[in-house]
């Protein structure tokens, strides 16, 4: 596991809230599959289980292929969004049943790790970073068409892209990163990744931080590129809906915006009624599908912190489905 090049983060902690040993020949999935690193965990604690994994990054995929042909067919992957999980969860189920007769109602446990992986930004072709230079990309799925990074930066105006440095990065320089950008791309346009570090960090003032001055606004046109924290208000309830009864649904983030979308949905799915609070009636009629495992978010220890520095602002948040 440690010969992987991405470290599966809070690794224990997910066995234990999805019980996997509890469940030895479970049904499995993994939305974020990545390098395969927790998907592999899962199989190796759960003997005779079966599990699918997803992503959008084709990178991932062969490498997660790589990691889980041990398994066989224990181990499926699919080139797809955790998105679609509706679509793909069901079939998947019923394609692995072993009779007719061999309904499964849903998964035992389903993981989202919401992190963009080691992999991932030490690849200067995938511009996700600007430690060493590359081109103005960001897409999880380069071949999947969507808009890229340097399109953001190369057409919107200073309005649009001070607006998703602020609300994406909580970038409080948004403005001032805006108009460098601007002035920076009249003469030609902004096409690598160092070169984008460069103008951020020109249109800084005042004193230096710990982080670099680019490191949020890198942050924010990751998350706008890849529509991240519209996919996990979307994804949550659908992967609810894939969930057997007793089945948990696991979600690892590590910014606050997404947490706070798990947080929320993860109270709301779990409230018989949403009414306002002076309503003597109830009229919503919501009926609350999960239970929290998990009051507040599980974090990574400090040894877990020193053998992995990107795990330090993981929070695992857990649910499980009700009748």
Same mark, same amino acid.
């Given at each position: 596991?440690?010969?992987?090049?991405?470290?599966?983060?809070?690794?224990?902690?997910v066995l234990d809230t999805l019980r996997?040993?509890?469940?030895?020949?479970?049904?499995?999935?993994?939305?974020?599959?990545?390098?395969?690193?927790?998907?592999?965990?899962?199989?190796?604690?759960?003997?005779?289980?079966?599990?699918?994994?997803?992503?959008?990054?084709?990178?991932?995929?062969?490498?997660?292929?790589?990691?889980?042909?041990?398994?066989?067919?224990?181990?499926?992957?699919?080139?797809?969004?955790?998105?679609?999980?509706?679509?793909?969860?069901?079939?998947?189920?019923?394609?692995?049943?072993?009779?007719?007769?061999?309904?499964?109602?849903?998964?035992?446990?389903?993981?989202?790790?919401?992190? /963009?992986?080691?992999?991932?930004?030490?690849?200067?072709?995938?511009?996700?970073?600007?430690?060493?230079?590359?081109?103005?990309?960001?897409?999880? %799925?380069?071949?999947?068409?969507?808009?890229?990074?340097?399109?953001?930066?190369?057409?919107?105006?200073?309005?649009?892209?001070? %607006?998703?440095?602020?609300?994406?990065?909580?970038?409080?320089?948004?403005?001032?990163?805006?108009?460098?950008?601007?002035?920076?791309?009249?003469?030609?346009?902004?096409?690598?990744?160092?070169?984008?570090?460069?103008?951020?960090?020109?249109?800084?003032?005042?004193?230096?931080?710990?982080?670099?001055?680019?490191?949020?606004?890198?942050?924010?046109?990751?998350?706008?590129?890849?529509?991240?924290?519209?996919?996990?208000?979307?994804?949550?309830?659908?992967?609810?809906?894939?969930?057997?009864?007793?089945?948990?649904?696991?979600?690892?983030?590590?910014?606050?915006?997404?947490?706070?979308?798990?947080? @929320?949905?993860?109270?709301?799915?779990?409230? %018989?009624?949403?009414?306002?609070?002076?309503?003597?009636?109830?009229?919503? %009629?919501?009926?609350?599908?999960?239970?929290?495992?998990?009051?507040?978010? /599980? @974090?990574?220890?400090?040894?877990?912190?020193?053998?992995?520095?990107?795990?330090?602002?993981?929070?695992?948040?857990?649910?499980?489905?009700?009748?």
């Amino acid at each position: 596991m440690n010969e992987l090049p991405h470290i599966p983060v809070l690794l224990d902690a997910v066995l234990d809230t999805l019980r996997v040993t509890d469940h030895p020949a479970g049904r499995y999935v993994d939305g974020t599959v990545g390098a395969g690193g927790h998907a592999a965990a899962i199989l190796q604690a759960a003997p005779e289980a079966r599990l699918l994994g997803l992503d959008r990054d084709p990178a991932a995929l062969a490498l997660a292929a790589e990691q889980l042909a041990p398994f066989g067919d224990r181990a499926t992957l699919r080139h797809a969004s955790y998105e679609q999980i509706s679509a793909v969860v069901p079939a998947w189920l019923a394609f692995i049943s072993d009779t007719a007769s061999d309904t499964v109602s849903g998964a035992d446990g389903i993981l989202l790790d919401l992190g /963009i992986s080691s992999m991932q930004v030490d690849d200067p072709a995938r511009g996700f970073a600007f430690r060493h230079d590359g081109p103005l990309d960001m897409r999880f %799925d380069p071949a999947g068409g969507g808009i890229s990074a340097a399109e953001i930066v190369n057409t919107w105006d200073d309005a649009a892209l001070a %607006d998703i440095l602020y609300t994406y990065g909580e970038e409080r320089h948004s403005r001032r990163i805006a108009r460098a950008i601007l002035a920076a791309r009249a003469p030609q346009p902004i096409e690598s990744t160092r070169q984008l570090a460069e103008i951020v960090a020109s249109a800084y003032k005042g004193p230096r931080e710990k982080i670099h001055p680019a490191t949020r606004t890198f942050q924010a046109l990751r998350i706008a590129v890849n529509d991240e924290l519209g996919a996990v208000e979307r994804v949550l309830p659908r992967a609810i809906d894939c969930l057997k009864v007793g089945g948990r649904l696991a979600v690892i983030s590590f910014h606050s915006l997404e947490d706070r979308i798990v947080k @929320q949905t993860f109270k709301h799915e779990a409230t %018989d009624c949403i009414c306002p609070p002076p309503q003597p009636v109830c009229t919503c %009629d919501h009926v609350a599908r999960v239970r929290l495992v998990t009051r507040k978010p /599980i @974090q990574p220890d400090a040894p877990e912190i020193d053998a992995n520095p990107r795990s330090r602002s993981a929070k695992l948040r857990v649910v499980e489905r009700i009748e």
